[in-house]
């Protein structure tokens, strides 16, 4: 059974990221959303958060586990509530944070992303993924038109 500080912690944990999310996908070019999301707090915050949940997942009896990454140890390890606490907690700071990246990238090369951000929302490496499709493509697109634009003048 999980203790309280850590089940209110990790439903902590997942509704804080939520309004950023909110913030890149729904305004992203408004000013306080740009200005929230260079924040470093945020990400501060969360690492505390996974700081908290680390120290308390790693245990006498599971620490030599930890050096162990075979599919099957890390499966025993984060049949633990508090490990798999750690672990989602980490995925939670690391997809907010590439998130950021595309939102900031999005900005400064004038690029659609909100496909993308939903993707890394529920998805990380795949919300990535696509964001470098969509960057690439549009590079490819916007390279055509200045040809034609050159070609023509």
């Known amino acids: ?85 750690t672990g989602w907690v980490h995925y939670l700071v690391m997809d907010l944070f590439v998130g950021r990246w595309i939102h900031q990238d999005a900005q400064e090369n004038n690029l659609w992303v909100r496909h993308s951000l939903v993707l890394c929302l529920f998805a990380g490496p795949l919300g990535l993924l696509s964001h470098i499709t969509t960057a690439w493509i549009t590079g490819l697109v916007r390279n055509k038109s200045l040809e034609a634009t050159a070609a023509e003048g």
């Not at 930890?66 to 049949?79: C, E, R, V």
Request: charged share 10%; hydrophobic share 60%; net charge negative.
């Open 1 to 85: 059974m999980v203790s309280d500080w850590v089940e209110i912690l990790f439903n902590g944990a997942n509704v804080f990221v939520l309004p950023f999310w909110l913030l890149m996908i729904v305004v992203p070019g408004w000013q306080w959303t740009g200005k929230i999301m260079r924040s470093p707090l945020p990400f501060a915050a969360l690492a505390l958060v996974y700081l908290a949940f680390f120290v308390g997942s790693v245990t006498p009896e599971n620490a030599e586990g930890f050096a162990d990454t075979s599919l099957s140890n890390l499966a025993a390890l984060f049949s633990d509530e508090k490990v798999m606490a």
